[in-house]
């Protein structure tokens, strides 16, 4: 490649107080080229966009832009160096028109250019190949179609750079692919496409080249030339080995990073005997902004998982919270175990085997600045044995954590240390030694391993097929279908509100969920 | 350095920089801040009549406070203590003469604290349920409360309760031998004992309860509170009717106690000078006794040394004022050499 980079990172170095979040990195983004950087949380992927969209400085280490050393002082002179970014989740406004979107943050003081934004907009919907409605809401467009818009913005003042950070973890595999036709596009223009993502058959679909990183290092890159000469299964291997040093030591890890685990055989459960769940024409009433259940039924059997695919905000919080109790269903029935629950509490459920362990560990599941024994107790405060008419036995509450903490290897300094403090792995242990008891009968798990390392991953998939293993029956709710795939037996999918097609988890299962994501078959 | 010492410490350093931050205020207003701050310390502590006032002020501030640390470790924003603290004293003031030549002195005492305690409550329920209910903001809704009661205070002191024996509007007088019993001998009265046996008890309801613990959740993380199954609505209610009962009878026992009766216009506002204390304190019951009684100091000196040195009075809240300030500095400051020490 005899092109000269656009734009440079040379010996780039970023602390944060306790860690290196980049270590004197250097690469290079050419035009023509899509770049994927690829690792996992923590690596150091999200702290290098800051660096280069104007939203940190770097401690150490300079950037080179067409070879000119610059300083990117804020997210708007990295715009008018020609990078833009669209990041993992949309900044737009939903209640606006696709163009008065496009408008908003041109200059300051000047006129709307009506005319000359609908020009422009043209303009890059042809480079882009999309046919969007300027003057649609866009609130109303697919996920997939609000990132088009942000791609728009972030290539408005010139088609330069544009890094994406995770553009794929909101998408449907359908939402995916139009994504890959939209990079290939612009790679055509010239312009420098940055991925970043943690998925590793998207890197090697549409990445020209691959560098890794690892705890704030480069740690190795795969060019052009050396991809091209790899099929896929190749290329994985290599990544892992950059990203492990050896594969050997890390076989689980890596496993789950390639999404080659394995798969749960559908058929094997015994639903002669009643249904343990039992769920009938659930619905709710939604607020702004959220997204409510439609006639929602599934029967659920002991040892058995259900998956819930579908793209995230399409119902799936308002299923978990009215099976948990937390909200109440407007209408249709809940039976656990045969007994009606649609009008009990959460703690009457809990006492009746039912758990469920939130996405939200932090904004919900968790209060930050309590200690990891009161978080551990938190859903049967005043209990017997933990408290004596009323009066916390902090003694024994204490002593019940430290139990807790071995059992779930939960890596916290203390029973007492906030819980706040944890790292994210650490927190969601807390979750599920808090819900996974000998009492746990039926479990519902949201989004599981978002936002957890490999390692933690890994951890949290073991203990659900080891629940599922054990008889406890299992609600699965997901963005990734890799991880439905590896665990349920049973896949439903939720599209807007409702549960379409519940389906067994065999052979080429992939392509019917695509189908439903997109209502397609609905 | 233990966790005590260095709380200790922290807790120190901001009283030295408030105190000499209040010296060069003090200068400017044309006085000697070392002859102004032995005379308030001579004054509200080191003389005996000081002394006496200093602690039998300690009763309705300590009943406050008592009363705020429940509502904030809920993350309740009470701020309407004053009105139900003084439409609970005139409801005493009226009920206490009233009754006690019908059934005697304890059981008016207590009939009153109790009195007290329900109208500050009930005085509460207006917010407490629009904010349960509707999740209408407790800041605005007690603030507007609290004038009203400061007002409806004053018309029933100037109406159905006045004293026809008076020409300035007042309640008619408890009597001083109907009072709270005297302790010793001196003018401290055992509502001050009462009141710190409350803020005791507060303290270890918050700590050491199932009750205080679900609270505090609710407090710090009301959408984990919901998670965990609380039921939010009924613990709003009662954190509303306990911070707002102590309240009121934090207004009952200084009736009872020190005035027997209340005069129109009467109001003095503890609610406001309670809250920066709590916050001081973060909500700690045992380290508030301490920060009360200081202020206390303050109060009685501060009061004295404006007669005598033409200080004005208002300038002990400027001293508070300056305390907040600087504790906020030092916590930030410690906060940041930990964070470094980390790394």
Same mark, same amino acid.
Request: proline share 14%; hydrophobic share 25%; charged share 20%.
């Given at each position: 490649m005899g092109k000269a980079p656009v734009l440079s990172l040379r010996g780039v170095t970023k602390r944060f107080p306790g860690v290196i979040a980049n270590d004197n990195i250097s690469l290079d983004f050419r035009a023509g080229e899509i770049h994927v950087l690829l690792g996992e949380n923590g690596a150091g992927k999200s702290t290098l966009i800051g660096v280069l969209a104007g939203m940190q400085q770097p401690d150490a280490g300079e950037i080179l832009s067409h070879g000119r050393a610059v300083r990117i002082g804020s997210p708007r002179e990295s715009l008018g160096l020609g990078i833009g970014t669209v990041f993992q989740h949309v900044l737009l406004v939903? !209640? &606006?028109t696709v163009l008065e979107n496009l408008m908003l943050g041109r200059g300051r003081a000047s006129r709307l250019d009506r005319a000359g934004t609908l020009r422009r907009f043209h303009d890059l919907s042809q480079a882009l190949a999309v046919s969007l409605d300027?003057?649609?809401? &866009?609130?109303?467009?697919?996920l997939g179609q609000q990132q088009q818009v942000e791609i728009m913005r972030a290539l408005w003042r010139g088609e330069g750079v544009l890094i994406l950070d995770e553009p794929t973890s909101m998408l449907t595999p359908q939402g995916v692919r139009e994504l890959g036709e939209v990079m290939r596009r612009l790679r055509g223009q010239g312009v420098a496409v940055i991925f970043i993502t943690h998925k590793l058959r998207e890197a090697y679909e549409f990445g020209d080249r691959i560098s890794v990183l690892r705890l704030g290092r480069l740690v190795g890159q795969l060019g052009p030339e050396r991809l091209s000469a790899m099929n896929q299964e190749q290329a994985t291997d290599e990544v892992i080995r950059l990203m492990f040093g050896s594969p050997s030591g890390h076989q689980g890890e890596a496993e789950t990073l390639a999404g080659r685990g394995i798969r749960r055989r559908a058929g094997i459960i015994d639903r002669s005997g009643e249904a343990i769940l039992r769920a009938r024409d659930l619905s709710t009433v939604a607020e702004t902004g959220e997204c409510p259940l439609r006639e929602v039924g599934f029967d659920l059997w002991p040892g058995e998982v259900l998956g819930i695919a579908g793209v995230?905000?399409?119902?799936q919080k308002h299923l978990a919270e009215v099976l948990a109790g937390q909200r109440m269903a407007a209408q249709g029935s809940i039976r656990l175990g045969g007994v009606e629950i649609g009008g009990t509490d959460v703690g009457a459920r809990r006492r009746m085997g039912l758990r469920y362990i939130t996405d939200e560990r932090l904004g919900e599941g968790t209060v930050q600045p309590f200690s990891v024994a009161t978080n551990l107790v938190m859903k049967e405060i005043g209990v017997a044995g933990l408290w004596r008419h009323g009066v916390s036995l902090w003694g024994r509450i204490h002593g019940h954590a430290r139990e807790r903490i071995r059992e779930f290897d939960i890596r916290t300094p !203390?029973?007492? *240390?906030?819980?706040?403090?944890? !790292?994210g792995g650490n927190i969601q242990k807390v979750l599920l030694a808090r819900e996974l008891g000998s009492a746990a009968r039926v479990v519902i798990f949201n989004k599981? *391993?978002?936002? &957890?390392d490999l390692q933690n991953t890994k951890l949290a998939r073991d203990r659900i097929r080891e629940g599922a293993d054990a008889g406890l029956a299992t609600v699965l709710i997901s963005t990734e279908l890799d991880e439905l795939i590896e665990l349920a037996d049973r896949i439903g999918v939720m599209f807007q509100g409702r549960l379409a097609g519940i389906i067994d988890n065999r052979e080429g299962v992939e392509q019917r969920i695509g189908l439903l994501m997109t209502g397609a078959a609905a | 350095m233990s966790r005590v010492a260095a709380g200790v410490l922290r807790t120190l350093i901001p009283i030295a920089l408030a105190l000499g931050a209040g010296a060069l205020v003090l200068l400017a207003l044309g006085a000697d801040p070392i002859d102004y701050y032995a005379f308030v310390l001579r004054r509200g502590l080191l003389t005996w009549s000081g002394l006496q006032e200093t602690i039998t002020k300690l009763a309705p501030l300590l009943l406050i406070s008592a009363g705020l640390i429940v509502a904030f470790r809920a993350g309740i924003w009470n701020l309407g203590v004053d009105g139900q603290f003084l439409l609970a004293a005139v409801v005493t003031a009226a009920l206490g003469p009233a009754l006690v030549g019908a059934i005697g002195r304890y059981p008016t005492l207590i009939v009153c604290a109790l009195a007290g305690a329900a109208v500050g409550a009930a005085w509460s329920l207006l917010p407490a349920i629009l904010k349960a209910r509707y999740g209408l903001n407790e800041i605005i809704t007690t603030l507007m409360m609290s004038f009203l009661g400061t007002s409806l205070a004053n018309v029933l002191i100037k109406l159905p309760f006045k004293d026809p024996a008076t020409t300035v509007p007042q309640t008619e007088t408890l009597l001083v031998p109907d009072r709270l019993p005297r302790l010793f001998d001196s003018t401290i009265h055992a509502g001050v004992v009462l009141a710190v046996i409350v803020i005791l008890l507060v303290h270890l309801l918050m700590t050491r309860t199932a009750f205080g613990l679900r609270l505090q959740v609710v407090g710090a993380n009301p959408r984990a509170a919901v998670h965990a199954g609380l039921n939010v609505g009924r613990l709003t209610i009662a954190t509303f009717a306990l911070s707002a009962g102590l309240a009121g009878l934090g207004g009952a026992v200084e009736i009872l106690g020190v005035w027997g009766t209340v005069r129109a216009?009467?109001?003095?506002?503890f609610g406001l000078l309670a809250i920066p204390l709590v916050f001081l304190a973060r909500f700690n019951g045992i380290a508030v006794i301490g920060f009360v009684f200081f202020f206390a100091v303050l109060l009685i000196g501060g009061e004295s040394a404006s007669r005598r040195m033409g200080v004005p009075t208002f300038f002990i809240l400027v001293l508070v004022g300056l305390l907040l300030v600087f504790l906020a500095l030092v916590e930030y400051l410690d906060h940041r050499r930990r964070e470094r020490t980390k790394s």
């Open positions: 939903p !209640s &606006l300027p003057e649609a809401k &866009l609130g109303a467009l697919s995230d905000g399409n119902g !203390s029973e007492r *240390t906030p819980v706040g403090r944890l !790292s599981p *391993t978002y936002g &957890l | 216009d009467w109001n003095p506002k």
